[in-house]
């Protein structure tokens, strides 16, 4: 199916440097989301992105939903050790809406994996 | 708010056996829940698309025989993976969305070993 391309795929950085992955897709999105997984567990919401051109922060942690509607970026900003982890972003395809339109499917990168060297 | 619970975390069980995961959202109502399969190293692969009251739609390779979905109420999906084999081992997803434009929420996953 369907895949956004979500780069980098991986990133080995120092401890309290930035971090900055993003993610493009040839088709239009509405929806811009970033979720990280650790090993074994499911995917956790980080930032969620509506309107082209949005700028949101969760802590240390920015995302923007680019103007063109086709690509959206993460920055982390001084990285912690608990930051490790996969980093995905997903999106949801401009689509006719529909009744159902509230339950929609996710279109999902890669991920991300990042890596933190002590 | 908005938790997704999936169980069991962890399933080891012999060729042939036919293994039942839940899915449960405990503080909202989900009319659909989504069902991923995840492979090591790679991302999250939908599989199918659980629909309360209704059958679920699923993705384009994925053998609705082989992979039984029920949605029997508004909290809780099943996904039942029947006479399992080797190759059905992998790591198991699901996720709800807690309303319209709010994103999916997912649980912990299971891992699902086949021997």
């Known amino acids: 199916g369907q895949q956004l391309n979500q780069s980098p795929q991986s990133m080995f950085i120092q401890e309290g440097e930035d971090v900055s992955m993003n993610c493009t897709s040839s088709?239009?999105?509405?929806?811009w989301l970033w979720y990280k997984q650790d090993p074994g567990e499911g995917p956790v919401l980080l930032i969620a992105l509506y309107k082209a051109g949005e700028l949101t922060s969760n802590g240390r942690l920015t995302a923007q939903f680019g103007i063109t509607r086709k690509d959206s970026f993460l920055n982390i900003s001084a990285s912690i050790p608990s930051d490790v982890g996969i980093y995905f972003c997903?999106?949801?395809?401009?689509?006719?809406?529909?009744?159902?339109?509230?339950?929609?499917?996710?279109?999902w990168g890669a991920g991300t994996k990042l890596i933190i060297k002590p | 708010g908005a938790v997704v619970s999936q169980h069991p975390s962890w399933v080891i069980c012999k060729s042939g056996t036919s293994v039942k995961i839940e899915c449960r959202s405990l503080d909202f109502q989900a009319t659909t829940m989504f069902w991923y399969r995840q492979f090591p190293k790679q991302s999250l692969m939908l599989m199918a698309t659980?629909?309360?009251?209704?059958?679920?739609?699923?993705e384009q390779g994925v053998e609705k025989d082989k992979f039984l979905i029920n949605h029997a109420s508004l909290t809780l999906s099943t996904l039942t993976v029947t006479s399992a084999h080797p190759e059905d081992s992998s790591f198991y997803i699901c996720?709800?969305?807690?309303?319209?434009?709010?994103?999916?929420?997912f649980g912990d996953g299971t891992r699902l070993s086949i021997l």
């Open positions: 088709s239009i999105f509405n929806t």
């Open positions: 659980s629909n309360e009251g209704s059958k679920a739609t699923y």
């Open positions: 996720s709800a969305n807690p309303g319209p434009g709010v994103p999916q929420h």
């Open positions: 997903a999106g949801r395809p401009r689509l006719n809406l529909t009744l159902m339109d509230s339950n929609y499917q996710l279109i």
